[in-house]
């Protein structure tokens, strides 16, 4: 099966936590919209009239005549057939909720810089976001962080279900790449206190597929028009 | 199977999108928290140390020895369970994936008062919260009941899926409530260009188990500590 991922090409974003299990699972995938005339693809298939079960935004994955919307459903369908995520329907529910905790971090983390709304620039909402942010980095960071690391501590082995790796692990890696990207500051404050979290991302790293990915020019760098930036000011000593 | 769910007992929250799947299937359910001594359970077990897949926040679910986090993860669960999703794993998967953009749809209802931190009063981010607002009204709400109200035209029959009733049928119909609660000016002049999201809604508070629920001391009232709150100035003439 050769999966049609269809995500905006500029950034690493939601599509990136697919692209993640993808990559390391060694999937036989196509990154649509990074070809040429791919992100009109994407924009035709979300304004199309003619597919009734049609997503209300990126990411998608189309799987045969399958298309599945929402990043952590899609990582849902992916991950047994990956061989990241267990066969029994109680470790998959347990997988899936650590996923949608880690979709609500990253939404969290979005919205420290657009706090308003999605369509306004940065600018326009930079004293909210000031507000935002601290309260992200004084409390619900630390708080998400603890908890990840209470999971770890719980189910030992080194990665969220023990020594078995799961695509919940691979986005947990993502969102510490995309934290120290966006909040250096407060991540070097706070990283010693989460050992486990840490080591985690260290090992998912050197995942070889993994590592291969993360060298290639298919890793696009992060950058201002993603979810995860670094606006300084957000990010105070 | 008793089901038990951990929910805080004086508001609708996200616990009430659980609650309406139990109680239009007519399961066997305790509300925990809802009785004597019920809060300190939830909040034990939220803080328990020897839990090795304690969730993040409240609802979760008691389904035996099982315990399962997530609003859109224990529907997930539920739903076949309460004939309240379909049994192909395609369908489910659709299913699922409007509960997640209904879960998306949520969190912005809820950030329209809180948009810069959840613990800090209503008073102190009033003025953000004008702003995103403002935006919600203009931009988000009718972007989200565009979405439903397609899906609902290419899947002719009444509900998401045709004629088949599914949880997150329950779900639009809460989303429609909890809106007309906190913006009855801005729902008054949207809902005549969304007849097909209206009708479902409609259609499902005539659900015999459902109306029945609606009607009892079960249904808390929605109030000013829920995620749907009704201030004035959100919801300007």
Redesign the interface.
């Known amino acids: 099966m050769r999966y049609e991922l269809h995500y905006w090409p500029d950034i690493q974003g939601r599509g990136e936590f697919i692209r993640l299990a993808l990559e390391d699972a060694g999937a036989d995938y196509v990154d649509v919209a990074r070809r040429p005339r791919g992100a009109a693809a994407l924009e035709r298939l979300l304004r199309s009239r003619s ?6 935004a990126a990411p998608f994955l189309r799987a045969g005549k ?1 298309v ?3 990043t ?2 899609i990582l ?2 992916l991950g047994p057939r990956l061989r990241l995520a267990p066969k029994r ?2 470790d998959r ?2 997988v ?2 650590l996923q ?2 880690i979709a ?1 971090w990253l ?1 969290e983390a979005h ?1 420290t810089h657009h ?3 999605g ?2 620039h940065y600018e326009q ?1 930079k004293h ?1 976001a000031k ?2 942010a601290a ?1 992200f980095i004084g ?1 619900r960071l630390p708080k ?1 962080l603890d ?1 990840f690391e ?2 770890l501590r ?2 030992p082995g080194g990665y969220l279900l023990g020594k078995r790796v799961c695509y919940a692990d691979l986005s947990l890696f993502q969102m510490v790449e995309g934290l120290r990207y966006a909040f250096p500051r407060a991540m070097a404050r706070l990283e010693r206190g989460y050992p486990r979290v840490m080591a985690l991302h260290d090992r998912a790293a050197l995942r070889p597929r993994l590592a291969t990915y993360l060298a290639s020019s298919r890793r696009i760098p992060f950058n201002q028009q993603g979810i995860f930036r670094r606006y300084p000011e957000l990010d105070p000593v």
Chains 1, 2 share one sequence.
């Open positions: 597919v009734a079960r049609a997503p209300f399958q599945i919307g929402q952590a459903n849902l369908f329907e109680t529910l347990w899936h909720q949608l905790t609500d939404g919205d706090p308003v709304a369509s306004l909402q909210e507000r935002r309260n409390e998400f908890y209470t999971v719980r189910n």
